[in-house]
């Protein structure tokens, strides 16, 4: 079951309107951090704290305005500093309270009009962590973008890079079998106990390539050349398994230098 999204709070929103790619975007610089290969630019994120140090749920709470939202509130000034003064027939920002209500939304909206209100997300402060698709700075993700349609994909991208990481001792070849059966394995087994208890808990994605791939190497054992089917060459899936990772380590070559998720298709 899926959980509801959460946009922000009455005075700051989510540019992705959505909790799921920030998270996506923290976990993937986690691992980042831990990768032999890359050189995650601390200066860049010198804003975000103990990332590498802190659950996504701490790091959230106190981090999420700051960094990612954009400041939609309408609030009223205090009145020992509104310039001018403030007088028994207005409130700070200046919205008059004798005209009738429409004709004062209708002049907000003229002035908000004048100053380009409806472009401002894309203006956002210099420094504000925003999400950015194929590389291009000033190209902000909206929520139709098929990035943000398609967030089960870079999950999947994030925990086969994980398990990647986790056998960082084998060769080339035996890296990627390693990974294909860990990811297997784990998701596999997740999904038993979602399936078998009854839980409303989303089921992980698996991949018929990765699923194919790891039937063959536990029917192999430890020989080479041994297939799963007479008629079956597995090394397309293998080829998908490869492409898989490579794009796994773009996402966080990407995430190192401060951009998420860049081009890593």
């Known amino acids: ?18 909790v799921e790619p920030y998270r996506l975007w923290f976990e993937f610089l986690q691992l980042a951090s831990k990768d032999d290969t890359l050189t995650v630019d601390r200066d860049h994120y010198s804003r975000w704290g103990q ?22 509130g309408v609030r009223e000034v205090d009145p020992t500093q509104a310039t001018p003064k403030r007088s028994d027939r207005d409130v700070v920002v200046r919205i008059p309270l ?22 401002r997300l894309r203006d956002m402060a210099e420094g504000q962590f925003r999400l950015q698709v ?8 909206h929520p139709s973008t098929r990035f943000l349609r398609n967030l089960s994909k870079v999950r999947l991208l994030l925990h086969i890079y994980r398990f990647w ?8 070849r035996r890296r990627l ?24 808990r989303p089921l992980i994605e698996i991949p018929f390539a990765l699923t194919t791939y790891v039937k063959h190497l536990e029917k192999r054992g430890d020989r080479r050349r041994t297939r ?11 080829r998908q398994i490869a492409r898989y ?21």
């Open 165 to 172: 990481l986790s056998h960082a001792e084998a060769d080339d």
């Open 228 to 238: 799963l089917y007479e008629t079956d060459d597995v090394s397309d899936h293998r």
């Open 51 to 72: 990332f590498d140090q802190l659950k996504f749920g701490d790091w959230w709470s106190t981090h999420w305005q700051d960094l990612f939202a954009v400041d939609i």
């Open 134 to 141: 194929d590389g291009e700075d000033d190209k902000l993700i």
């Open 98 to 119: 004798y005209q009738d209500p429409k004709r004062s939304l209708a002049q907000v909206a003229e002035i908000l009009e004048r100053h380009g209100a409806s472009e």
């Open 177 to 200: 079998e390693k990974t294909a059966i860990s990811y297997f394995r784990w998701a596999d087994g997740w999904n038993r106990q979602v399936k078998e208890k009854k839980w409303k």
């Open 1 to 18: 079951m899926a959980s509801k999204k959460w946009k922000g709070d009455d005075a700051h929103l989510l540019p992705a309107q959505q």
């Open 245 to 265: 990772i490579r794009k796994a380590r773009k996402l966080a070559a990407n995430v190192a230098e401060g951009r998420f998720p860049g081009k890593y298709e």
